[in-house]
């Protein structure tokens, strides 16, 4: 009776386990960002089970998880141009995977990995090279509408031949240009003469601004002596009226003349050291020795 006891606890702890490991069957979670199909003896099951908590399931399903977040894939590639010359572009492609389409990416491709190389990759370098045909030169690649184009053209035909298998491409962005070794090497030395050309219109600019102000000093000193010599004529002209004046003055009147000279004499009489003052005698109306002075 004691040995039945801790075989029938055995019993019940194994039929527990089992119950536990069959009731976990009938579930399936999947994670965040993931889509899950399941199969059933190796044949692929229409529907697609969404992340989280999914029940009740078929226990003898075999479940594959697709990720569903966009992703990026880099591809390079040699591109010919019209000129035949091999151009090496860089890429990369934003896609997602087509949730609802994952059952049929399983039974086609089995796996995201198997579908971006059967199907992305042969694509993508098929329109790369056939965009190619359309540039005249290799250098053209450079060219900002050039980019612009490729990266419309390619987003275009990559997603209109990806969308109906399960990928859906948001976006190809160029990330890369490398062209021929020789026309590399062109490039940089045309951009070398190019900024020596700006460098000596620089220079020019620099040296017309410095003729120009110095142009603009040599006017500012002519303005200012013809002022000053407009000035000098003026004053000039002034004293040559006064001049003038007087002139007429004294041969109108003779009595000027007088009047100035006792003017002069009350002018020198208060100079101390004034003596004695010679008259002309011989005037016509000669003023007689005088002492003005003061002092004694």
């Not at 790369?128 to 987003?155: M, N, V």
């Amino acid at each position: 009776m004691d040995q039945q006891i801790p075989i029938a606890k055995i019993i019940i702890g194994v039929v527990f386990i089992a119950i536990i490991l069959l009731a976990s069957r009938f579930w399936v979670s999947v994670p965040a960002g993931h889509v899950s199909v399941a199969t059933l003896f190796g044949e692929v099951q229409s529907e697609t089970y969404p992340e989280g908590l999914n029940i009740p399931v078929n226990p003898l399903f075999k479940f594959h998880e697709f990720d569903v977040r966009e992703k990026t894939h880099s591809e390079s590639a040699q591109v010919p141009s019209q000129d035949q010359l091999q151009t090496t572009i860089d890429v990369s492609v934003q896609y997602r995977l087509n949730g609802q389409m994952a059952n049929m990416i399983l039974k086609e491709t089995g796996s995201i990995d198997s579908m971006i190389k059967v199907q992305l990759i042969p694509k993508l370098r098929s329109l790369l090279r056939e965009q190619g045909k359309s540039i005249a030169r290799a250098e053209d690649f450079f060219l900002e509408e050039t980019q612009e184009r490729l990266q419309t053209d390619l987003t275009f035909g990559l997603s209109e031949y990806l969308e109906p298998k399960g990928i859906q491409v948001s976006a190809v962005l160029i990330r890369d240009i490398s062209l021929p070794p020789f026309i590399t090497k062109a490039i940089e030395s045309k951009k070398e003469r190019e900024q020596e050309v700006e460098k000596q219109k620089a220079e020019l600019e620099r040296y017309k601004t410095e003729q120009q102000q110095l142009i603009a000093a040599a006017e500012a000193q002519r303005q200012a002596a013809e002022e000053e010599a407009t000035k000098r004529r003026l004053l000039a002209d002034a004293q040559a009226y006064e001049i003038e004046k007087i002139n007429t003055a004294i041969g109108s009147n003779p009595n000027y003349v007088k009047l100035q000279a006792l003017e002069a004499l009350k002018s020198i009489s208060k100079d101390p050291a004034s003596k004695i003052y010679f008259i002309d005698s011989n005037a016509a109306q000669p003023l007689p020795l005088m002492h003005m002075s003061d002092d004694k």
